[in-house]
């Protein structure tokens, strides 16, 4: 390697351990956040499935997670063999005791803990759907399954050349053609469109209705607890999302800068877009709606940050904002218990960030001077999006009825009355001597 090439290698390898350093906030961010739109009597276990998911992807990824994610080996395009890197193996040093270059120049070790955190906040995204009626060890059981089972599978057909890649393997290069070994129309999932928010809102969705209702669901509204909370989690989060969107780059470079200015421009307008929506139908804007539009259009840029301009991610995020907040009410309309929103965020704003790409990309989108190519690219955009959903859908649905027959996921109705926290936890986040916990 020249000089310059050392430098550029020693500055993206700083670049890449901020942001594995910053995605790796983002789980106990979303601590805060869950827990504070949870009630007084589960803030605890709400933070905990976050903290649990930390420990036990964490595991996992380093044993056969980055093995099944971008091993060589590739199982039908859907997988890699959990065998090839297991522990890591082959994957830190050389026969020399080098450290083994990754694929983007820096050493593949700062890579591998970069996607590790993708992995766990992945995972934890979808404890918002089960507050106040799930068992602790059970959630644990659930996390390691879902991500060895929906997450690391996923995350290899889009990023690992799988089916959902730009290979000539891939559902694009089936639909529209491949040249030189690379499918002529290229899906775009940037940082995780489909791989992170549409399979953890799918789960959500599908828990929800197999784990059932909270014992008092449509009979009293439960209201966070603590909103000051639910904004430092947002926050937290948004702080984290620059590591996400712009360590998806994999370089110190103009791309990283493009994503971290289209994060910026497109949650901002999300959040606008989410307040404008809870004005109009409900008279008032919230802080709760403020720190969810934060989300949403973290969320639906993240598929889309390095193939935007700003003034179309503003178009992305007010868009998704709107559309994310019209999606929490779907848990009313069709009566399943979504508890924070887990659905009409990540999924709703998922979706839309994924396809909404096909319309927007620079210069490549249908609206934006794709013309005919452009239309294609929004064909496989609803192609990987509906894949992603379709393989979500069905292996969560298999993993938590093999785990409802089997060590259940529901605490007491007692428990869930009394809460949670005091029965799973033997803890209270408040010293309540005073009144009865609401």
């Known amino acids: ?47 905990m499935m976050s903290f649990g998911t930390i420990g036990v992807v964490s595991v996992i990824y380093v044993l056969w997670g980055w093995s099944m994610s971008y091993g060589t080996q590739s199982l039908g395009g859907i997988v890699a063999n959990p065998f090839e890197f297991f522990g890591l193996k082959d ?4 026969a020399e005791g080098n450290y083994i270059e990754g694929a983007n120049g820096y050493p593949n070790i700062v890579d591998i803990g970069f996607q590790l955190t993708f992995a766990v906040i992945s995972t934890a995204l979808i404890s918002g759907a089960l507050a106040e009626r799930v068992k ?59 791989v992170v928010h549409i399979s953890a809102g799918t789960a959500a969705l599908v828990l929800a209705l197999i784990v059932g209702k909270r014992r008092t669901f449509g009979e009293t509204i439960a209201r966070p ?32 800068g493009l994503a971290w200015l289209n994060t910026t421009a497109a949650t901002a307008a999300a959040m606008l877009g989410w307040l404008a929506v809870e004005r109009l139908r409900d008279g008032k804007a919230t ?9 949403a259009g973290l969320v639906a840029i993240t598929p889309a940050a390095g193939a935007l301009n700003p003034v179309t991610s503003l178009i992305l995020g007010a868009i998704g904002g709107g559309l994310a907040c019209l999606g929490v009410g779907l848990k009313y309309r069709f009566g399943f218990d979504d508890s924070l929103d887990v659905v009409g965020v990540h999924l709703v704003a998922g979706l839309w960030g994924t396809i909404g790409v096909g319309l927007l ?69 408040y010293d309540t001597a005073g009144p009865e916990i609401r």
Do not use: C
Not at 5 to 32: D, E, K, R
């Open 1 to 47: 390697m020249t000089a310059d090439q050392i430098a550029a290698a020693s500055g993206n390898s700083a670049w890449m351990l901020i942001s594995a350093s910053l995605v790796l906030l983002m789980t106990p961010a979303l601590a805060f956040f869950y827990g504070g739109m949870s009630r007084q009597k589960s803030v605890l276990n709400m933070m």
């Open 91 to 94: 994957s830190i040093l050389d």
């Open 136 to 194: 602790f060890s059970t959630w644990l059981v659930f996390s390691g399954a879902w991500a060895t089972l929906v997450y690391f599978p996923l995350a290899h057909m889009v990023w690992g050349g799988g089916l959902l890649s730009h290979n000539e393997t891939g559902f694009s290069s089936w639909i529209f053609g491949a040249t030189d070994g690379e499918a002529n129309i290229a899906p775009i999932d940037f940082a995780g469109g489909t």
């Open 225 to 256: 607890h603590n909103l000051p909370f639910v904004m430092l989690g947002a926050a937290l989060l948004w702080f984290g999302w620059f590591g996400f969107n712009g360590g998806s780059a994999f370089a110190a470079d103009g791309l990283a």
């Open 287 to 295: 802080s709760l709606g403020a720190a969810s539009g934060v989300v």
């Open 361 to 429: 990309a620079s210069d490549v989108g249908w609206f934006t001077g794709g013309g005919s190519e452009g239309f294609k690219l929004f064909i496989v955009q609803i192609v990987i999006a509906l894949v992603a959903v379709i393989f979500a859908g069905l292996v969560t649905t298999v993993i938590a009825l093999v785990i409802k027959a089997t060590i259940g996921w529901r605490i007491t109705d007692e428990q869930e009355q009394q809460g949670i926290d005091t029965f799973q936890h033997g803890e209270s986040a």
